[in-house]
C-alpha cells in the first residue's frame, strides 16, 4: 500500500521530464509503456511503463523474483513481452530481434568464448560486422586499455581472474559503440573487494562515454553507490523510481522502506493528523493527508536517525530505553533498544558509544525526531 503522504500524481502512467546531474534536464531515450510479460497463468511483469534518459545509469532493484531481469531482456528483446511498447530514441523495437536493436550486454556469467583469445573476444563483434581487421585492432587496443587490461589481448579468459574476466566482458559490450548497455547483475559472482572496485570502475567510465546504461541488481548497496535514478520492484510491478537518495530518505512503500536500508518499524494507530500511538506511547509526525482517524499504522525510522545526543528538555518523541544487544559492525554498532512494548534498533558510532559509555543493560533517553518518522498504512 502506498504512504498517505504520497503524492497522487503517478509518475509511472504520466512520465515526467527525467532530471539529470546539477538539475539539467534529460530527453527521454528509453520509453516503456503499457508492458506485460506473462508465462501462462502467471504474470511477470504487469503493466510497466517507464522513461530513462539519454546518458543515464539506472538501476532495477529489487529481490529475486521481482522481474527485474524479465524486463531488462524484454528491453533487450532476448525474451520479449507479451504486450506493450519500445521506444528507443524514438524508434519503436518493441517487435525487432535483438540482433536489431542498439545495446550491448554484460551478463554475470561474463560469457566469454573460452577458445579465443581476449583480443577476439572483445572484437567478435566487429568482425561480425565486417569492419577491417586494422580498425578492429585499434579498437580492441583502445577498449583493453580503458578497461585497465592494455597487456592483456594475447591471453585466454582462463587465464584471467574473474575481475579481469568481468572487465574483458564490459569491453566487448562497449566495442561496437552503443547506444545502450545493459548490465544483468555483472558484479554478483565477484568477491567483495573486486566487486567494490569495480563498482566505481564501472561508473567512471559509464560517466566519461556518457552511455545510456541500465543495470539489473538486487544489492542496495550498488544500486544507491552507482545510480543516478532506482527502480525499484516488488511482484512484477514498479514500487518507486527515484534517486538513491530520495528512494532512501523519502520512501513511497513499506515494501521500499524495508527493502533499501535497514528500517524500525512500529504497529500503531493514527490518532490525529501528526500523531500515532503505539501502545501507551503517542508519537509526533509530520502531517499526513488522506489516513482516518483510528486507522491502522506502520511507523518507521531508519536506525540511524535516532537521536541519542543533546536532547533538549520537551524534545519530541523522548524515550526512555534499555540497551540490549550490541552488533558492532566495524564504523558503528548496532544497538536494540527496549522500551516497555516498543522495540528498536539504532546506529552508535564508536564516538558515542566511547562517550555515552553504552553498554548491555545500560538505560538511555534517546529521540524520534517527527520529520525523519514515516507513516504507512498497515
Not at 28 to 44: I, W
Not at 104 to 115: K, R, T
Not at 200 to 208: F, G, M, P, S, V
Not at 212 to 239: K, Y
Request: net charge positive; with cysteine; aromatic share 6%.
Amino acid at each position: 500500500m502506498r504512504g498517505a503522504s504520497e503524492d497522487v500524481r503517478n509518475p509511472l502512467t504520466q512520465p515526467l521530464p527525467l532530471a539529470g546531474e546539477w538539475g539539467k534536464i534529460r530527453l527521454p531515450y528509453l520509453e516503456v509503456r503499457n508492458l506485460h510479460k506473462r508465462f501462462g497463468d502467471f504474470t511477470a511483469l504487469g503493466d510497466i511503463s517507464l522513461d530513462i534518459g539519454e546518458g543515464e545509469f539506472v538501476c532495477f532493484l529489487g529481490p529475486s523474483g521481482c522481474g527485474k531481469t524479465t524486463l531488462l531482456r524484454a528491453i533487450a528483446g532476448l525474451d520479449p513481452q507479451t504486450s506493450g511498447t519500445i521506444r528507443q530514441k524514438g524508434r519503436d523495437v518493441s517487435a525487432l530481434p535483438p540482433a536489431q536493436r542498439d545495446f550491448g550486454i554484460v551478463f554475470q556469467s561474463y560469457a566469454l568464448f573460452p577458445n579465443l583469445s581476449v583480443a577476439d573476444n572483445v572484437g567478435y563483434g566487429l568482425v561480425s560486422r565486417r569492419q577491417k581487421r586494422a580498425e578492429i585492432a585499434r579498437r580492441v587496443g583502445e577498449l583493453l586499455a580503458m578497461v585497465g587490461l592494455p597487456d592483456a589481448g594475447p591471453k585466454y579468459p582462463a587465464q584471467l581472474s574473474g575481475g579481469q574476466q568481468q572487465r574483458v566482458a564490459l569491453a566487448r559490450a562497449l566495442a561496437t559503440s552503443p547506444g545502450l548497455l545493459l548490465l544483468d547483475e555483472p558484479l554478483s559472482a565477484l568477491d567483495a573487494r573486486v566487486r567494490l572496485r569495480l563498482r566505481h570502475e564501472i561508473k567512471a567510465l559509464q560517466r566519461t562515454l556518457g552511455v545510456t546504461t541500465i543495470m539489473v541488481t538486487h544489492d542496495q548497496e550498488e544500486a544507491l553507490t552507482m545510480a543516478d535514478r532506482i527502480v525499484v520492484m516488488n511482484q512484477g510491478a514498479i514500487e518507486q523510481v527515484g534517486g538513491p537518495q530520495d528512494v532512501y530518505r523519502a520512501p513511497s512503500t513499506a515494501f521500499v522502506a524495508d527493502f533499501v536500508g535497514a528500517m524500525n518499524f512500529l504497529d500503531g494507530t493514527f490518532t490525529a493528523p501528526d500523531r500515532v500511538s503505539v501502545g501507551a506511547a503517542s508519537f509526533a509526525c509530520l502531517p499526513q493527508d488522506g489516513l482516518a482517524t483510528g486507522s491502522k499504522v506502520r511507523l518507521c525510522i531508519r536506525p540511524e536517525d535516532v537521536r541519542v545526543r543533546d536532547l533538549p528538555a520537551g524534545i519530541p518523541n523522548r524515550l526512555t530505553v534499555t540497551v540490549g544487544e550490541l552488533d558492532f559492525v566495524g564504523a558503528f554498532c548496532r544497538a536494540s533498544l527496549r522500551a516497555a512494548e516498543i522495540a528498536l534498533v539504532a546506529d552508535f558510532s564508536s564516538n558515542l558509544m566511547r562517550d555515552l559509555g553504552v553498554a548491555r543493560g545500560k538505560t538511555l533517553d534517546v529521540a524520534l525526531p517527527p520529520d525523519r518518522l514515516r507513516v504507512f498504512t498497515a
